[in-house]
């Protein structure tokens, strides 16, 4: 299957979705941005870099995942409409993550670019990273901030596991965007031999672009399946919003299809009016955050304010601009799902179908139980399952307590 999909909205020349997006970085890294764009369009074009992409994700990854009709949940709703979950959690590495990180580190190598570096907050992307440059052959050193470092201590041990370099950065807050700094430092200096892979739909172009086809095969597939199965299209596509790569990977093989609405979900932490949340799109205003423009929480002098949600994944300021684009165009809705609400929908989903979601993923899941008395009768509700909870189960023991 091709990478791109030529028929379907692409940026503008200098990277930007209507007023987002763009390239807003240091004059150096201006260069290397621009001769990535036109490696990745050649390599994109290159039908033998698509056949081996595609074995990597089907024979080592696991794609096509299925797409599997939750009908014990469907019950638990009332039973009137119905719900198909993308299983991106039974990817290899347990997310979404490994679509990304296995295209990046293939063009790398084909750019005769032997080190990588990325950087992680929860550590998520990490791990995807080092898995992928394990495979390939390639160097990876990972930034991570001091502070995620301690939060994170399991994931920082596997990156080790799987032969990386991790990086602690002290400066500023000792969290993500810390480390985003000093991996853009390092790609400044070492551009000549390195590829720097970013985690989602954020930064400058071409990476949102990029990002968004190697995790578009989501929507592809998921098209052809529902196709396949039921003969129609869905009538809503559900999925949570970090930085906005797993939704934008299932929404955009859509785009044309005027009928089918898009839900994008994001973290409301502890509620709006508490301030401690990550609804950047919801809450933010427009501003420019690690290269690029897009809805951002920030003050208001433009200083980046820290976001908060029980999911590390969701827990970030900024959003793609390709998503900032659709909100306000109208073609996707935007929502806020609290801590508390996810949590719900994590042990509905769990109990029902025997599938334990991540806390991101559980954003999404009640966002479907919160519009279930709306949805109309025989609708199709799909939705983008993009991780396992495994690796949430410490921090869910702090908020779930059982009777012995
Ligand atoms: C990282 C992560 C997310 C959030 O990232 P996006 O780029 O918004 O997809 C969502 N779900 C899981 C399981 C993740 O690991």
Same mark, same amino acid.
């Given at each position: 299957m091709p990478t791109v999909d030529a028929t379907l909205p692409r940026p503008d020349a200098t990277g930007r979705y209507g007023c987002y997006g763009g390239r807003f970085v240091p004059e150096t890294l201006m260069q290397t941005l621009v001769d990535l764009e036109a490696e990745y369009k050649k390599v994109s074009a290159d039908p033998a870099f698509h056949r081996e992409l595609d074995f990597l994700l089907?024979?080592?990854?696991? +794609?096509?995942?299925?797409?599997? %009709?939750a %009908?014990? =949940?469907e019950e638990s709703l009332g039973g009137r409409f119905q719900v198909w979950l993308k299983r991106e959690d039974l990817l290899h590495t347990?997310?979404?993550? #490994?679509?990304?990180? *296995?295209?990046?580190?293939?063009?790398a190598r084909r750019l005769g670019k032997k080190r990588i570096i990325a950087e992680t907050g929860a550590g998520q992307h990490g791990v995807a990273t080092a898995t992928a440059c394990a495979l390939l052959g390639l160097g990876c050193i990972v930034y991570m901030g001091a502070e995620d470092m301690e939060r994170q201590q399991?994931?920082?041990?596997?990156? +080790? *596991? *799987?032969?990386?370099?991790? %990086?602690?950065?002290?400066? /500023?807050?000792?969290t993500l965007k810390d480390a985003t700094n000093e991996a853009l430092? $390092?790609?400044?200096?070492?551009? $000549? $031999?390195?590829?720097? !892979? #970013?985690?989602?739909? @954020?930064?400058?172009?071409p990476f949102p672009m990029m990002v968004r086809d190697f995790q578009s095969v989501i929507?592809?597939?998921? +098209?052809?399946?529902? *196709?396949?199965?039921?003969?129609?299209?869905?009538?809503?596509?559900?999925?949570? @919003?970090?930085?906005?790569?797993n939704s !934008?990977?299932? =929404?955009?093989?859509?785009?044309? $299809?005027?009928? @089918?609405? =898009?839900?994008?979900?994001?973290?409301?932490?502890?509620?709006?009016?508490?301030?401690?949340?990550?609804?950047?799109?919801?809450? /933010?205003?427009?501003?420019v955050f690690q290269g690029s423009m897009s809805y951002v929480l920030q003050t208001n002098d433009g200083q980046i304010t820290p976001a908060h949600s029980i999911s590390a994944g969701l827990d970030y300021p900024g959003t793609g601009p390709e998503h900032s684009f659709y909100a306000d165009s109208g073609r996707a809705h935007y929502l806020p799902v609290t801590d508390e609400l996810a949590l719900q929908a994590l042990r509905q989903m769990s109990e029902t179908e025997g599938i334990i979601p991540a806390l991101e993923t559980a954003h999404a899941i009640a966002q479907v139980i919160r519009m279930a008395p709306e949805v109309k009768d025989d609708a199709i509700l799909l939705v983008c399952f993009s991780g396992r909870g495994d690796k949430d189960v410490f921090s869910l023991q702090k908020h779930i307590q059982f009777e012995e």
């Open positions: 089907s024979d080592y990854a696991g +794609r096509p995942t299925p797409l599997w %009709r %009908r014990r =949940f347990g997310a979404h993550k #490994i679509n990304n990180t *296995l295209g990046q580190a293939l063009l399991l994931n920082v041990f596997r990156m +080790r *596991l *799987l032969g990386a370099e991790v %990086r602690k950065v002290t400066s /500023g807050s000792c430092r $390092d790609w400044l200096a070492n551009c $000549d $031999d390195t590829h720097y !892979i #970013i985690g989602s739909v @954020v930064g400058p172009h929507g592809r597939e998921a +098209r052809e399946q529902i *196709l396949k199965a039921e003969g129609r299209l869905p009538d809503h596509l559900v999925a949570c @919003v970090g930085g906005g790569s !934008i990977g299932l =929404f955009h093989p859509f785009y044309e $299809d005027a009928d @089918v609405e =898009f839900w994008g979900v994001e973290a409301e932490g502890s509620g709006m009016a508490t301030g401690l949340h990550a609804a950047t799109i919801t809450a /933010g205003e427009v501003g």
